[in-house]
T-cell receptor
Framework: NAGVMQNPRHLVRRRGQEARLRCSPV?????VYWYRQLPEEGLKFMVY????????ESGMPKERFSAEFPKEGPSILRIQQVVRGDSAAYFC??????????????FGAGTRLSVL | SQELEQSPQSLIVQEGKNLTINCTSS?????LYWYKQKYGEGLIFLMM?????EEKSHEKITAKLDEKKQQSSLHITASQPSHAGIYLC?????????????FGTGTRLKVLA
């Protein structure tokens, strides 16, 4: 999968706790995307970030969810006060080019979040 | 409603058989991508199609994009157990001047040895 690293692979949280998901893009890629995959559903776009900037967060819930991609370090997807409905697989993808039509995204293996 | 419809939702074939998976959109697409997802893992890029009528092949997998760029098919010839997994089509749509990446719900393929 071209080097996108996500951790942890599995994360278990109790309701009300915080979940922090990390994504290190392919070296040299400055564009990161987060997706959520619910059981029996397709991938749903959440947020698109460039270094230090959120470009498109139209797919992200307005409350409890936030994302960042700092100048140094991985991109972080943070979910505060998790609820059972947040249980899903969260995938990160990166690309070398901006958010354009002709652009291949390279995906990580995902973080599977389970909320008890 | 799903913006990208995939059919069938699941497929079980005997090893050696050919199969086709379809991906349909009601709107013109700017770029159509096929990915494969192994159960419990991430997505692996297979092919990208951009031009109407375009066809690409990789090993025993062939993907086509129709002239209107609203439908794509993925064809596997002489399927093998290694082809098993979830096949996802992804596409880029122009939404009021902003490009959006969307994905189908996937086709779950099992190949019986």
């Amino acid at each position: 999968n071209a080097g996108v690293m996500q951790n942890p692979r599995h994360l278990v949280r109790r309701r009300g706790q915080e979940a922090r998901l990390r994504c290190s893009p392919v070296k040299g890629h400055s564009h990161v995307y987060w997706y959520r995959q619910l059981p029996e559903e397709g991938l749903k776009f959440m947020v698109y970030l460039q270094k230090e900037n959120i470009i498109d967060e139209s797919g992200m819930p307005k409350e409890r969810f936030s994302a960042e991609f700092p100048k140094e370090g991985p991109s972080i997807l943070r979910i505060q006060q998790v609820v059972r409905g947040d249980s899903a697989a969260y995938f990160c993808a990166s690309s070398p080019l901006p958010h354009l039509a002709k652009n291949i995204q390279y995906f990580g293996a995902g973080t599977r979040l389970s909320v008890l | 409603s799903q913006e990208l419809e995939q059919s069938p939702q699941s497929l079980i074939v005997q090893e050696g058989k050919n199969l086709t998976i379809n991906c349909t959109s009601s709107k013109t697409l700017y770029g159509l991508y096929w990915y494969k997802q192994k159960y419990g893992e991430g997505l692996i890029f297979l092919m990208m199609l951009q031009k109407g009528g375009e066809e690409k092949s990789h090993e025993k997998i062939t993907a086509k994009l129709d002239e209107k760029k609203q439908q794509s098919s993925l064809h596997i010839t002489a399927s093998q157990p290694s082809h098993a997994g979830i096949y996802l089509c992804g596409a880029v749509r122009d939404t009021s001047g902003t490009y959006k990446y969307i994905f189908g719900t996937g086709t779950r393929l099992k190949v019986l040895a």
